[in-house]
C-alpha cells in the first residue's frame, strides 16, 4: 500500500511540474509577444516553439533558446531553411554522414553531391552510390567505429555561387545572434543590432563568406565565436567564427571583404 502511495504521488509530483512548465511556457510566450521577436521584431507571430541556434542536426543538444525569443513564423521560415543551408554544405554534409549525426527527426544523414549520393544506411556503415567511380576514394583502413576515410577527388555538391555564400553568411550570423542574445539579453532588441537583423532576413547588402580548405576530420568539436564591435561612427559590426566538424568558416554584417587577407590555396573567400 505505502508503494503505491509513492507512486501516486510520484505522478502529481508529474503532474504538477507539467502544469508548471506549461505556465512558465505560456509566460515566455507573452512576454515574446509583448517584446517582439529577436529576427523580424514582429508581435504576430507566435512564440510556442524553442530555437536551437546551431542547428540539432549538426548535433546541438545543449544551447536552446527557450520559446519567447525567436517568432514561429521565423523559426519555421527563414530561420528554418537557414539551418537546412548549413547541414547541407558539402563538407558538413559528408562529415555528418561519416559520423553519424542524425537529422532532428532522428534519421540518418545524407550527403549529395553533384553526381551521388552519400548516406550512413546503418550505424559505422558508410554507403555510397555515384555513377562515377571516381567521385571518391575510399581509404580501405577502417578507422574506430568502422568508418572509413573518405578522400574527395572531386568537387561535389552545390556549385559555390555569390547567392549561395550569402546564404551560408546569414546562417552563420543567425547562430551569432540567437547566441549574442542568450549572453546579453534584450540589448540585442537595440536599433544597431538592426542590420543584423536585416541580413539574416535576406535584405541585399555586399558580404562575404569564407572558410579554411583544410580541416581536421577527427574534430567533434563546436566553437562558434562572435565578436560585436562598434565602429568610429558608432555603428556596429559583427564578426562570427564557427569551427564546426573540424571546418572553420567565418563572415561579418557589413564588409564586403575580410578584413585580414587570406592565401587562396588556404582558404576559399566568396564576396557576394
Ligand atoms: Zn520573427
Not at 519555421?76 to 548549413?86: I, P, R
Not at 580548405?213 to 567533434?220: H, V, Y
Request: glycine share 10%; net charge positive.
Amino acid at each position: 500500500m505505502s508503494g503505491m502511495g509513492r507512486k501516486s504521488r510520484g505522478k502529481q509530483e508529474r503532474r504538477e511540474a507539467k502544469a508548471l512548465r506549461l505556465c512558465e511556457r505560456e509566460k515566455r510566450a507573452k512576454e515574446g509577444v509583448a517584446r517582439g521577436c529577436l529576427i523580424c521584431r514582429g508581435h504576430d507571430g507566435g512564440f510556442l516553439s524553442e530555437e536551437h541556434p546551431v542547428p540539432e542536426s549538426l548535433g546541438n543538444t545543449e544551447i536552446v533558446l527557450p520559446n519567447g525569443v525567436v517568432c514561429d513564423r521565423c523559426n519555421n521560415g527563414v530561420l528554418s531553411q537557414l539551418d537546412a543551408t548549413l547541414q547541407q554544405f558539402f563538407p558538413i554534409a559528408i562529415q555528418r554522414v561519416l559520423k553519424g549525426v542524425p537529422s532532428k527527426a532522428g534519421k540518418l544523414p545524407t550527403a549529395r553531391f553533384s553526381n551521388g549520393v552519400l548516406e550512413l544506411s546503418s550505424p559505422g556503415n558508410v554507403v555510397m552510390n555515384t555513377n562515377e567511380r571516381k567521385a571518391l576514394v575510399v581509404d580501405p583502413t577502417p578507422l574506430p567505429g568502422g568508418y572509413r576515410k573518405l578522400k574527395m577527388s572531386i568537387a561535389g555538391g552545390r556549385r559555390m555561387t555569390p547567392t549561395y555564400a550569402s546564404e551560408l553568411s546569414r546562417s552563420l550570423l543567425k547562430m551569432a545572434i540567437e547566441c549574442a542574445w542568450l549572453d546579453h539579453g534584450e540589448k540585442i532588441l537595440g536599433p544597431e543590432w538592426d542590420h543584423v537583423r536585416d541580413a539574416i532576413l535576406g535584405s541585399k547588402r555586399q558580404g562575404y563568406f569564407a572558410a579554411l580548405r583544410n580541416g581536421d576530420p577527427e574534430d567533434n568539436q563546436l566553437q562558434l565565436q562572435y565578436v560585436p564591435q562598434v565602429r568610429e561612427d558608432g555603428s556596429l559590426i559583427l564578426a562570427v567564427v564557427v569551427r564546426l566538424f573540424g571546418l572553420v568558416m567565418g563572415t561579418d554584417s557589413r564588409n564586403p571583404e575580410p578584413l585580414v587577407e587570406f592565401d587562396p590555396e588556404a582558404a576559399i573567400v566568396i564576396s557576394f
